[in-house]
């Protein structure tokens, strides 16, 4: 994994704004990582931890049948085991708490990334029904 591209992990469902945060991401060159938010904290940090994310997206909780699960403790939990983090911005989506606001008012004029072919887009995980999930990086190129 470069140590100079910014990493990305984010422990959201599959909303349009997962896919916006994706999109910005790879136009600035970040490798991006996601786990469902119905992923219990051990089975994210075992694949989030590969990477060493800088940044944590998250959301307050998720919607299943109709009912609200909220995800604020597990986020905490994700927070305390990977110490790479060093932002972590929580969407909330539940109605509950969250500081997503803060990520949208950068103030900056987007700049896209110019990236070679090798540099990975993003990092998808084996199941890990055979031991650890193991990391896969898939090209920006593919």
Known sequence: MSSEAIRVAAYMPNIPETAAAFFACASIGAIWTSCPPDFGARA??????????????AVDGYRYGGNGHDRRETVAELQRALPTVERTFVLPYLGEEGNWEELLRTGRELEFAQLPFEHPLWVLYTSGTTGLPQADRARAGR
Do not use: S, Y
């Open 44 to 57: 994210v940090v075992d694949r989030f931890a590969q990477i060493e994310p800088k940044v944590l997206l």
